[in-house]
């Protein structure tokens, strides 16, 4: 089952959606990882088995890169919170962490 990251400057709200969902997620601020760079996060994030959320493009620019890692959800900021909330569990509840391996995931 996905395990969500949340990149630290994703909306604190989404988190908490997701987590009344019943879904497992840890921030940016909850890991202690504010600050620290893109690449470092989405190595957190790997590490961790978890698939990353975030509004940052940068990380699509690692994805083109060539940067491996557990799978990366985009949202592209102004996106409404229920949206992503209900985008990112339908997630949840269709894919796997095998499916999201060094993919990434518009929403």
């Not at 909306?11 to 987590?19: E, F, P, R, S, T």
């Not at 940016?28 to 790997?46: I, N, P, V």
């Not at 985009?74 to 269709?94: A, V």
Request: hydrophobic share 40%.
């Amino acid at each position: 089952m996905i395990q969500f990251y949340m990149d630290e400057q994703v909306a604190i709200a989404i988190a908490k959606g997701l987590k009344r969902r019943g879904i497992d997620v840890l921030t940016s601020q909850e890991a202690e990882m504010l600050g620290t760079s893109d690449k470092d996060q989405l190595e957190f994030a790997k590490s961790c088995q978890r698939v990353l959320f975030t509004q940052d493009v940068d990380f699509l620019k690692l994805h083109a890169s060539g940067t491996k890692h557990t799978g990366i959800v985009y949202s592209r900021q102004g996106t409404n919170i229920g949206d992503i909330i209900r985008n990112l569990q339908l997630i949840h509840e269709i894919l796997d962490v095998t499916d999201m391996k060094d993919h990434v995931e518009f929403i």
